[in-house]
């Protein structure tokens, strides 16, 4: 089992940052690929970045060059620093990792204000 946590979520106006953290823990060797999803009020959760092995990354055309995943392997933590935001960044921003399976975290709720 892997067992993830997201933090760092809030409320920003319109061309603010905020910095999203997930934690990992658990059986977490193994973990091959991670991401963010968000999902806005009404809608279907969509990708936004995903990490893959050796860190290859990739983007959802709306964030690309706004939006940097990484991650920290010797602090089991994936990040997504997202800057310029806009309010249609707003929802709940979900952390993914893939081993045999998929896995959650909880979610974290970004609110981006004009």
């Known amino acids: 089992q892997v067992q993830l946590v997201e933090s760092g979520g809030g409320s920003v106006q319109a061309g603010g940052s905020l910095r999203l953290s997930c934690t990992a823990s658990g059986s977490i060797s193994g973990i091959d690929v991670m991401s963010w999803y968000r999902q806005a009020p009404g809608s279907q959760r969509e990708l936004v970045a995903i990490i893959g092995s050796g860190d290859y990354t990739d983007y959802a055309g709306s964030v690309k060059g706004r939006f940097t995943i990484s991650r920290d392997v010797t602090k089991n933590t994936l990040y997504l620093q997202m800057n310029s935001l806009k309010p249609e960044d707003t929802g709940v921003y979900y952390c993914?990792?893939?081993?045999?399976?998929?896995?959650w975290g909880q979610g974290t709720q970004v609110t981006v204000s004009s």
């Open positions: 993914n990792a893939i081993k045999m399976r998929s896995f």
